[in-house]
């Protein structure tokens, strides 16, 4: 994926911590810092849980819109949370694995 400010997706990388804060620490600071033009469009991301709620309510504070793709087996609470928090929420696949899939379709 290029990083050109036309294109069409801003693509965030989830990263696996022990510590939930960093991901929204690391959530925030990649809002933040992403091209206007980007911001703009809004961002997407793959995650079973804490990553998506850190994106969806920072990019409700910072009013960029967020799409997230979660696993079935995600716990409904934070499902719930990220609607809550304004992310536009898609729900596919078994695992990690199939919704990291999904992901890689619809940002290329």
């Known amino acids: 994926m290029s990083t050109d400010s036309a294109d069409p997706h801003c693509l965030l990388v989830m990263r696996r911590g022990s510590i939930s804060s960093f991901k929204e620490r690391g959530a925030r600071n990649t809002l933040l810092n992403i091209p206007d033009s980007q911001k703009e469009i809004g961002v997407i991301a793959a995650s079973a849980g804490n990553h998506a709620l850190a994106l969806a309510y920072h990019g409700q504070l910072l009013n960029i819109n967020v799409t997230v793709?979660?696993?079935?087996?995600?716990?409904?609470?934070?499902?719930?949370?990220?609607?809550?928090?304004?992310?536009?929420?898609?729900?596919?696949?078994?695992?990690?694995?199939?919704?990291?899939?999904?992901?890689?379709?619809?940002?290329?």
């Open 69 to 108: 793709v979660m696993p079935k087996i995600a716990p409904i609470m934070k499902v719930q949370n990220c609607k809550v928090f304004g992310a536009n929420v898609i729900v596919a696949g078994t695992d990690l694995g199939e919704v990291t899939s999904l992901f890689t379709l619809l940002t290329f």
